[in-house]
């Protein structure tokens, strides 16, 4: 949650959407959300005591530049000096992104349909409940 809507002092516009961005991308890349080890309170206050969030350099630096930098755009503290979407669109990370097909095609081609994979990971959780107390019934005769 970006700052100016954690203090509630002014409002906020489209500008928290930016900060969203930024906060998130990083979230796909890893598949946590960054500070996520801390308790929720602590990010709280570490994001309106203008601690980084976002990436860690030293560890990701894997990622391309322009992912860096894109992200730290968005992660600006200050509403008033973070990029509106047009200029934000107009860095080189997403000038040099890869086509929606591209993604398409390379991603999403052969991925079974979100309510299947729902449902083996469910089928696959139950399967595991069921063991355990299976084993759990042994034990106690």
Request: proline letters at 6%; one cysteine or more.
């Amino acid at each position: 949650m970006a700052p100016e809507v954690m203090q509630q002092l002014h409002g906020y516009d489209f500008k928290a959407d930016i900060w969203s961005l930024g906060i998130t991308t990083p979230e796909l890349a890893h598949g946590h959300a960054p500070l996520s080890k801390h308790p929720p309170i602590k990010v709280l206050l570490m994001t309106l005591q203008n601690a980084p969030t976002g990436l860690d350099y030293e560890r990701d630096k894997r990622f391309l530049k322009s992912f860096k930098e894109m992200v730290a755009t968005c992660l600006v503290n200050d509403p008033k000096k973070r990029p509106a979407s047009e200029k934000l669109l107009k860095q080189h990370f997403f000038k040099h992104a890869h086509s929606y097909d591209y993604l398409v095609h390379t991603i999403l081609d052969g991925l079974a349909p979100l309510g299947e994979r729902l449902l083996k990971t469910k089928e696959a959780d139950l399967l595991v409940q069921n063991k355990a107390l299976y084993k759990d019934n042994e034990q106690l005769s």
